[in-house]
């Protein structure tokens, strides 16, 4: 199969190429007007396809394809709101050769249009698909496998990239020119706008069982979710999309900007793309982890319900997932499944399975969350990752009904004399080898109390399920202390890893949170723990571990 992909050496083109690697059947045409960058990338691409470099302006496409015969043409140029009159000239070129067309675009109107040239590419005998990428192809993947338990009435998503991934410089024109500018979308049940990257909420992202981003703030963007959803799901009454870039000071004045050129009715900051280009592009700091999320709320059984899909990207594998809905079409093309003939978006093009076989061997992890409400607090904050404890773990996180285990525990105390302030003041036990140990387990205020009685020494803790920027998150309250920590598993560990903390209430430098290597597992069918606490300030304060079964 030979592809044809405009803008080959740019971000999305250049990474569908890299994902691609791997097939030797196919030859990758590079192209773009800039011939020397086109081959530059070819001398560097150490994939198995032959790929050749080609000077190509989109204008002339008719006359490309009549000389390089591709099998697809791949359109990741863009930016695709720029196109103007003569915006479906590509579609119309391949339709008229008999050329199968895919595309990254974003551009919401652009995708919402290519209905129109269904029939033309029927007749043709080839698939035009628009929106091949993570907006819409897989935010439809998960709508669908949502649809098959309840009716969806409100949807919001948001996507958050690593402040590692980079940004083209075409997607950032693209951005840059729709803030301030109204967007199309539903709300209230009838067709409306709102105004991009203006309007702003806060979601955390949290695959059951692993360590959550960070809560992020998401601003409204216009991608073709916001048309193109509402006619999938005709009772449908909100929708709302938005991307979450880091650092947040960043997106904190690119929300400004736009509040002010929606208010003093400023012209597009689009001349300025260049600009914030370059400092994106140079402002990385933080966790290299990206992540997606969509939650619908709807009605199941007469009732409504809340459902979320989470996704966590590790490293450099986040920035791959907008180029794998081409990946994917292109693998399952050449395995004998290509789309059927006809002009459509990507909405349907794709199912979490087809995703799911290209996260496989890669740090993209998934899950779905539902309100449980009556459920244990673990299970509440753990979801589905509750189910893979180890057995002893289950019972004791399972019950909300007051209990009380015991055993035996190992202490040490931190030998400084802060960390000996600090453990007093604590109330935490003394050092000793083998101390008898109670723990009580009663319910209170929507959590539970926990109270430690290590040979007479005792104290307590409250815990619940945190709220706001502490979403998903277990809270551990101990006096005016409050700790944040995400419950992580892996393999038969529970984890416990501080994220945020508080005193009186008030947020806490995080380079002056306490730390420390705490988990919980099962060791010869009893339940056995392991818990340090330090700080940078005292080293290590206490650190007990030992075994508990029920009293």
Not at 101 to 112: M, T
Not at 353 to 369: K, P, V
Not at 534 to 546: E, F, K
Request: charged share 25%.
């Amino acid at each position: 199969m030979r592809i044809l992909i405009l803008g080959g050496y740019g971000v999305f083109g250049g990474r569908l190429a890299e994902l691609l690697a791997d097939l030797p059947d196919l030859e990758l045409l590079i192209c773009g007007r800039d011939l020397a960058r086109a081959e530059a990338f070819c001398a560097r691409y150490q994939g198995k396809p032959r790929a050749v470099p080609c000077a190509l302006d989109r204008r002339d496409i008719a006359d490309a394809l009549r000389r390089l015969k591709p099998d697809l043409v791949v359109d990741a140029s863009g930016p695709f709101q720029d196109y103007g009159a003569g915006r479906y000239h590509v579609v119309e070129a391949c339709i008229a050769a008999g050329i199968d067309y895919l595309d990254f675009a974003d551009g919401a109107d652009f995708v919402f249009g290519i209905d129109r040239f269904d029939a033309a590419a029927r007749a043709a005998g080839v698939f035009v698909l628009s929106g091949v990428s993570s907006f819409p192809a897989l935010t439809g993947a998960v709508l669908r496998e949502m649809a098959r338990t309840m009716d969806i009435r409100s949807i919001e998503g948001g996507i958050a990239p690593s402040p590692f991934a980079g940004i083209g410089l075409n997607v950032m024109r693209a951005v840059v020119g729709y803030a301030g500018a109204p967007v199309k979308l539903r709300r209230g049940g009838a067709d409306s706008h709102g105004i991009g990257l203006a309007e702003s909420m806060r979601f955390t992202v949290a695959v059951p069982g692993r360590l959550p981003l960070h809560n992020i703030h998401f601003s409204l963007v216009d991608v073709p979710d916001l048309q193109l959803l509402p006619r999938a799901y005709p009772a449908m009454t909100d929708i709302w999309m938005g991307a979450g870039p880091v650092p947040e000071i960043l997106h904190r004045i690119l929300n400004l900007l736009a509040k002010a050129r929606r208010r003093f009715r400023l012209p597009s900051f689009e001349p300025f793309s260049r600009l914030f280009y370059a400092v994106l592009n140079r402002m990385r700091f933080g966790e290299h982890r990206g992540g997606m999320f969509v939650r619908a709320r709807g009605l199941a059984d007469g009732r409504t319900v809340e459902r979320s899909w989470h996704l966590l990207a590790e490293g450099d594998d986040g920035p791959y997932i907008p180029s794998m809905a081409i990946e994917a079409i292109v693998r399952k093309s050449l395995a004998g499944d290509p789309p059927p003939a006809g002009a459509r978006s990507s909405v349907d093009a794709l199912t979490l399975a087809d995703y799911d076989a290209l996260f496989e061997g890669r740090s993209i992890h998934t899950g779905f969350r539902g309100e449980e409400p009556d459920a244990p607090l673990y299970r509440r904050i753990l979801g589905s990752a509750f189910d893979t404890l180890p057995p002893r773990l289950k019972k004791l996180h399972g019950d909300k009904a007051a209990r009380r285990w015991r055993g035996h525990a190992e202490v040490r105390r931190g030998p400084g004399l802060l960390a000996r302030i600090a453990a007093a003041t604590m109330r935490f036990p003394k050092a000793a080898e083998r101390a008898p140990l109670s723990v009580a387990f009663d319910p209170e205020c929507g959590g539970e109390r926990w109270t430690r009685d290590f040979a007479g020494k005792r104290f307590s803790s409250h815990q619940s399920r945190g709220v706001g920027r502490n979403e998903y998150l277990l809270v551990e309250q101990f006096g005016v202390l409050s700790f944040a920590m995400a419950l992580v598993v892996e393999r038969d560990r529970l984890h416990l890893i501080p994220r945020r903390w508080s005193a009186f209430g008030l947020p806490m430098p995080r380079w002056l949170m306490p730390y420390g290597a705490s988990f919980e597992t099962e060791t010869g069918g009893r339940f056995h723990f392991d818990v340090e606490i330090a700080t940078p300030l005292t080293g290590l304060i206490v650190a007990y571990r030992g075994s508990l079964e029920p009293a």
